[in-house]
Nanobody
């Protein structure tokens, strides 16, 4: 059984930083692309960032480019999202996903096969 557990969310003031973690268990994910998405109230889930299995390729949404950094530690089956210079519009539930049925980084929610339960990020102005 695949399990993804996100952590690291919280309340932060605008301009602050948070680091999200997503720990995977049940399978070996070192060869699998993983991604971060977010969903604000009454909005659809949107792509934030993705990283290839080996970590050599990353993608970012334009809205977070230059502020967020995705990384992974395959020895720990964990992917991270370092979020700096946070803005109120970054407020959302953040989810991590893993691609099992495909290879390479991707930006669509349908490209990811398993999801975590999400972690809330709230940025106050």
């Amino acid at each position: 059984q695949v399990q993804l557990v996100e952590s690291g969310g919280g309340l932060v003031q605008a301009g602050g930083s948070l680091r999200l973690s997503c720990a995977a268990s049940g399978r070996t994910f070192s060869s699998r692309a993983m991604g971060w998405f977010r969903q604000a109230p009454e909005k659809e889930r949107e792509f934030v960032s993705a990283i290839s299995g080996g970590g050599g390729r990353t993608l970012y949404a334009d809205s977070v480019k230059g502020r967020f950094t995705i990384s992974r530690d395959n020895a720990k089956n964990t992917v991270y999202l370092q979020m700096n210079s946070l803005k109120p519009e970054d407020t959302a539930v953040y989810y991590c996903g893993v691609r099992v049925g495909g290879i390479g980084v991707a930006t669509g929610t349908s490209d990811y096969d398993y999801w975590g339960q999400g972690t809330q990020v709230t940025v106050s102005s």
